[in-house]
């Protein structure tokens, strides 16, 4: 999928979606939650999370809680999700 900021079609969203089966859809954003062993954990997570983001330039909502990280993202600009969301989704995965 080429990386641009149009919005995807509910087609193409799927299609993305089903690529990245821990991610899911929750009120228009592609979101996942991750857990860890400890606060810490999921504190460093976060933080790596920051790094990817900021090297991507699209930065997601992240909530970090004891032993879990939320991570959430939609491109406000576009309106909806585009490559860009998946393509952060993968990163983040990676780093798990």
Do not use: Q
């Not at 592609?30 to 930065?59: I, Q, S």
């Not at 490559?83 to 989704?89: G, H, K, R, S, T």
Request: charged letters at 25%; proline letters at 3%; one cysteine or more.
């Amino acid at each position: 999928m080429e990386l641009t900021y149009r919005k995807l079609t509910e087609v193409e969203a799927a299609g993305a979606l089903s690529e990245i089966p821990e991610w899911s859809l929750e009120h228009g954003m592609l979101t996942r939650l991750c857990e860890f062993p400890t606060y810490k954990d999921g504190l460093v997570f976060a933080m790596a999370v920051g790094y990817v983001a900021d090297k991507l330039n699209h930065h997601p909502d992240l909530h970090v809680g004891y032993g879990k990280v939320r991570v959430a993202t939609v491109t406000h600009d576009a309106g909806g999700l585009t490559a860009y969301d998946f393509e952060l989704a993968r990163r983040v995965d990676g780093l798990l």
